[in-house]
């Protein structure tokens, strides 16, 4: 059974910042990417960021240079630190794994969601 948690969202004013974590946990053999989406009201999900075992890194055009993505693999975990946050960055954020469990094939595992919002 994988599993993936994140946490780390919340109110915060315009111009602020928030850091958003997702650890993976269960039973798993490797994983590939990572990555955040998000899904504002109304909207379809989006990419956010993603970022391989490599440390390869890709951005939403709306998030480069505000935006970080980065990974521990020793503990299964990706991190999002959000600076200079805007009213449409508000959403709720998606953490996405594409990973090996136990070995055999890779697939594309979800977070719960987290609500981040902007506002004043």
């Known amino acids: 059974q994988v599993q993936l948690v994140e946490s780390g969202g919340g109110l915060v004013q315009p111009g602020g910042s928030l850091r958003l974590s997702c650890a993976a946990s269960g039973s798993i053999f490797s994983i590939r990417t990572m990555g955040w989406y998000r899904q504002a009201p109304g909207k379809q999900r989006e990419l956010v960021a993603v970022i391989t075992s490599g440390a390869s890194t890709n951005y939403a055009d709306s998030v480069k240079g505000r935006f970080t993505i980065s990974r521990d693999n020793a503990k299964n975990t990706v991190y999002l630190q959000m600076n200079s946050l805007k009213p449409e960055d508000t959403a709720v954020y998606y953490c996405?794994?594409?990973?090996?469990?136990?070995?055999?094939?890779?697939?594309?595992?979800w977070g719960q969601g987290t609500q981040v919002t902007v506002s004043s």
């Open positions: 996405n794994a594409e990973l090996s469990p136990g070995g055999v094939g890779w697939y594309s595992y």
